[in-house]
């Protein structure tokens, strides 16, 4: 009797090892063709691809929203920036005809300029976000990110190159910057001297040398710029 009862102890353990056994592979497949599927979402991610939609359930469900989203930022702000740049290329605020049109307040020109100093402002510094530590440890904590699937968030984004890519971006877009800047200098200079110079015979003329002087000053050093629009697209 006693042998049966062993033999039927030994039986239901070893059943109960099985089932163990089973359910634990099923979860590490389980686990490992979610972590697939994250992988296939995130490859295909590009530029003409910014789908946010969260097809997974779970911590990885967790990583692939905010993956998707922080590649839809950096796309949507790389875009954002180079319209702006082609934008500011296209303009001829230091010509005669708009200082003819637009002059002497240069109101419409100053809008658009630092309307585009503005909206780059704004992207740079959501760029930034993406490659700064402390945002990205309160991003991944607002969304209940921790332990090994930090880690993993982590390998994503190295992998993608996003922090190397926001550098090169901020890097490139310093000369972009100061030309923008000089040109709203050179309009604010004419603004606030509104009464020193007038045009005459196509030119820009003043009956002061000092403010001529300052003035050439200032559009020289922009001349000597570049844009910073070449290989931004």
């Given at each position: 009797m006693k042998k049966k009862s062993l033999l039927i102890t030994i039986i239901i353990l070893v059943v109960i090892a099985i089932i163990v056994i089973g359910v634990s592979l099923f979860l590490a497949y389980k686990d490992i063709d979610a972590r697939n599927q994250l992988i296939a979402q995130i490859n295909a991610l590009n530029e003409n691809n910014l789908n946010?939609?969260?097809?997974?359930?779970?911590?990885?469900?967790?990583?692939e929203k905010v993956v998707k989203e922080d590649y839809k930022t950096y796309y949507e702000?790389?875009?954002?920036?180079?319209?702006?740049?082609d934008k500011l290329s296209s303009l001829a605020v230091l010509n005669i005809e708009n200082f003819e049109n637009d002059g002497s307040e240069f109101a419409a020109s100053l809008e658009t300029l630092?309307?585009?100093?503005?909206?780059?402002?704004?992207?740079?510094?959501?760029l930034n976000d993406l490659a700064d530590d402390v945002k990205i440890e309160e991003k991944l904590a607002a969304n209940n990110i921790t332990g090994e699937n930090k880690s993993l968030y982590r390998e994503i984004i190295t992998e993608l190159k996003l922090k190397e890519?926001?550098?090169?971006i901020k890097e490139s877009d310093t000369k972009f910057s100061t030309y923008l800047g000089s040109l709203i200098d050179v309009l604010t200079y004419l603004k606030d001297n509104k009464n020193e110079w007038f045009i005459e015979n196509g030119a820009l003329k003043?009956?002061?040398?000092?403010?001529?002087?300052?003035?050439n000053q200032k559009v020289q050093a922009?001349?000597?710029?570049?844009t910073a629009t070449e290989g931004q697209n």
């Open positions: 946010t939609e969260v097809t997974l359930e779970g911590d990885y469900g967790l990583i702000s790389i875009n954002k920036l180079r319209d702006n740049y630092n309307t585009i100093k503005t909206e780059n402002e704004n992207m740079l510094a959501a890519g926001v550098v090169k003043s009956k002061s040398q000092a403010f001529i002087d300052q003035y922009i001349e000597g710029m570049e």
